[in-house]
């Protein structure tokens, strides 16, 4: 007989890349438990404000409690402060309210992309526990582990502990960042059974939010 457990694993993968003057959000569309598919056309994207974009996998129940309480948060913001959160604001929000639930966690691993107040590309990456830290490029979920080394491979930020401190943000164009996303979810799609379907890409730049599909394999 099997333990009562409050917590699923729906599976699932994120990746964000911020370059000089846009970000790139992108996760896969399949929801799963175990060997089961429970639907191919689920976002796991989310737009928090006009400059600021959260992805999240892990357990489904608990990334929509997390939306809509920054959801929530976010309207009181603007209604107190007359204007929209910046992406870093938001970014210790999401790590305020993570860590105010660490003794019963979100079972999330999010992802926060945006354009900062300078306009540059920016990528806060968490724990389910609300550590964070920015970077140049980051994947969450159960592809994280195939996504990541190639990540490090193809554009390999430099170390925070360098003094001065390096830009984290990287190198590539917009189009060779889509490019790479899209390298990297047909490579894990491969190898991962709970990521694979359609790819949701949203790009964030000066001109606003732009959205587009891929189809991944389906088996």
Do not use: W
């Amino acid at each position: 007989m099997s333990r009562f457990s409050p917590y699923d694993n729906n599976g699932g993968s994120c990746v964000a890349i911020a370059g000089a003057d846009y970000c790139v959000i992108a996760s896969d569309t399949r929801m799963s438990t175990g060997y089961n598919i429970l639907t191919r056309d689920h976002s796991k994207i989310y737009k928090l404000a006009d400059k600021c974009i959260l992805a999240s996998s892990g357990f489904q129940a608990d990334m929509k409690a997390l939306q809509k309480l920054l959801a929530a948060r976010h309207l009181i913001y603007q209604h107190q402060h007359n204007k929209q959160m910046s992406c870093p604001a938001m970014g210790q929000l999401l790590s305020n309210t993570l860590y105010y639930k660490r003794f019963f966690p979100y079972y999330t691993f999010n992802v926060l992309g945006g354009l900062d107040n300078e306009g540059k590309g920016c990528v806060y990456t968490y724990d389910a526990v609300g550590s964070y830290e920015r970077v140049g490029y980051s994947a969450q979920g159960s592809g994280s582990v195939l996504i990541m080394p190639f990540l490090d491979n193809q554009l390999k930020s430099p170390s925070p502990l360098l003094l001065p401190a390096q830009d984290a943000v990287t190198p590539l164009s917009q189009s060779e960042a889509i490019d790479l996303v899209k390298t990297c979810f047909a490579s894990a799609t491969e190898r991962d059974i709970h990521t694979g379907d359609n790819l949701e890409i949203v790009v964030l730049n000066a001109g606003g939010i732009h959205r587009e599909f891929m189809p991944l394999r389906r088996d």
